[in-house]
């Protein structure tokens, strides 16, 4: 169960980040409203605030957390841009999240 609520927290955390980023984004080379600039700072606000519930050291959160970025990443690609990941991009995606799992998950006993 811990696995779980750790995955699901890092995939919450990832769209925070990434619409904090994407929406300067639209402001930027889309030609949209600097008004999204304002809910872009608090994604990224709560970006940071849910990075911070992680009960274990903050190197070994932000390690970890890049692995499921990336695959959250991925998803974004394909969901809201709507471009289909390539087999290469799903790989890489798989092999971040072995990482990540390695990271979080492995004993710490060593």
Known sequence: MFEIKTIALFMVTAVAE??????????LKQDK?????LPAALSL????WLLSLHPTAAGRV???YGGV?????LLWLWLVDGI??????LLGGIVALTG???IMFAPKSL
């Open 69 to 73: 970025y990336i695959v959250v990443a």
């Open 84 to 89: 289909k990941p390539t087999s290469w991009d």
């Open 18 to 27: 990434i619409v904090g980023c994407y929406l300067p984004y639209l402001w």
């Open 62 to 64: 932000y390690a970890a």
């Open 45 to 48: 606000m709560l970006f940071a």
């Open 100 to 102: 990540m799992a390695i």
């Open 33 to 37: 409203s600097i008004w999204l600039l």
